[in-house]
């Protein structure tokens, strides 16, 4: 029994060796032994959005259950899950996670604890210590509650939060991504407002070791910040390079308006231009002017000398909310935005002996998937995860399992019912 079972897995062993041609670097490596095996024909075609990727409406938008989407967006106040000391109540959380499983959707979660016209969403019973003070003031015009960064209770709450957040939910496939950060919208910023540093936004000290506090607790699901973190006047980031080299992903809550580059690239680059290799690039549609929301997804003129084909790429876009585009485009058009989005396979050769699959696969999309999937024959994973295939890489995969008669799949699962990764393959068989 134990030489059959060596005998099986020899030849995932073997791929191992030699299991990537890295078209966009030109490495020429050796293929497998293909000895014994017989290439055959593959036929198939992605037809929809793939999980994980693409244009993200809100969760309360009235066209959201459309197949032009995978994502759906909703922020949520702390206050709304803690109201007493160390009790959590999760449901409304968990409502709209169901409602957003229950289209076959996934959800992009950010909580915050200031929005321009709001009272803080700093949990009742913090507020109501003798020493905690908020600072109420205007911001956009709108009186606003601006948390007491100076209490060591909120920050002792501040972490215990995303520790009993992960506990629950950091291998929940219902969640996607989430977003976090301070300020306005959680955007990492007061850019209209009292900004205090250790008061009304919390001090440097305190953001490095929250940023080093989620990198220990997240193992599953990737977290990620505004590119607004990248300043040297709200962070620590910029002057830290160990703070930049934790994984985590990047939002830009402004993408593609009129000076774009100026100071949301020069951002970019300061967190890191292959951050996308490990961590989701994200953000959302700017809403500088009207027009940017009526023309951002234009084919193919775009705006301000740039189309979204273009700046997915360039920017290597895993996901982008453009709640208002249904006003604007056709659905059609959403869905095409959308396939522009994240990662894309295509199986380029199958071999297949009794006991044995090779399959080489590319990723022909603008960034990686985010967690483990897998390449499987007849529900028989490969053992190795697509989830280090880069763009423009491709690499051979072994799976323990061979038939002339099988389904080749790519399973994953983080996945909710009704979701499927798919594969473009046109192979000709020998």
């Known amino acids: 029994m134990m030489k059959k079972i060596i005998h099986l897995f020899f030849p995932v062993i073997m791929l191992s060796l030699f299991s990537c041609h890295d078209t966009e670097a030109k490495h020429e490596m050796e293929e497998p032994d293909f000895d014994g095996f017989v290439k055959i024909s593959l036929q198939s075609q992605i037809t929809g959005v793939q999980p994980m990727t693409g244009i993200v409406l809100w969760a309360d938008n009235a066209k959201r259950n459309i197949d032009a989407i995978s994502l759906e967006y909703s922020y949520m106040q702390y206050k709304d899950i803690v109201k007493e000391k160390g009790v959590y109540d999760w449901t409304p959380l968990e409502q709209i996670l169901d409602a957003v499983a229950s ?95 250790g008061q009304t936004f919390p001090s440097k000290e305190f953001q490095a070791e929250f940023f080093r506090f989620m990198s220990e607790t997240f193992k599953s699901t990737p977290w990620s910040v505004s590119i607004d973190a990248a300043s040297s006047e ?106 522009l989005c994240g990662y894309r396979y295509e199986i380029t050769d199958v071999r297949v002996k009794e006991d044995s699959t090779c399959v080489q696969i590319k990723n022909a999309g603008v960034a990686p998937i985010y967690y483990d999937a897998y390449v499987a024959v007849n529900g028989v994973r490969s053992e190795s995860s697509l989830k280090d295939l880069q763009p423009g890489q491709s690499r051979w ?28 393959a046109d192979v000709k068989g020998e």
């Open 103 to 197: 289209r076959k959707h996934q959800a992009i979660i950010r909580f915050w604890y200031t929005y321009p016209g709001y009272e803080s969403a700093v949990p009742q019973y913090i507020r109501e210590l003798p020493d905690y003070e908020e600072t109420v003031a205007l911001s956009e015009g709108k009186r606003t509650g601006f948390p007491d960064w100076r209490h060591p209770e909120l920050q002792r709450f501040h972490k215990e939060f995303y520790q009993k957040f992960a506990e629950r939910y950091d291998n929940d496939p219902r969640l996607a991504f989430l977003q976090t950060g301070f300020g306005l919208w959680a955007e990492y910023h007061i850019y209209d407002g009292p900004r205090i540093m």
């Open 234 to 339: 709200y962070t620590p980031l910029e002057a830290d390079a160990s703070l930049r080299n934790l994984k985590f992903g990047v939002f830009d809550d402004s993408f593609m308006h009129e000076t774009h580059d100026e100071y949301n690239g020069k951002n970019w680059k300061i967190l890191g231009e292959k951050r996308y290799q490990t961590s989701p690039a994200g953000g959302e549609f700017g809403y500088y002017t009207k027009y940017d929301q009526e023309h951002v997804l234009d084919y193919p003129d775009g705006i301000h000398g740039r189309n979204f084909e273009g700046e997915s790429k360039r920017f290597h876009i895993t996901y982008m909310i453009g709640n208002n585009q249904p006003s604007y485009q056709t659905m059609n058009r959403i869905k095409q935005a959308s396939m």
């Open 397 to 424: 995969v072994g799976i323990p399992a061979g038939s002339t008669d099988m389904e080749i799949t790519i399973e994953c699962d983080r996945l909710v019912s009704g979701q499927k990764i798919e594969f473009d």
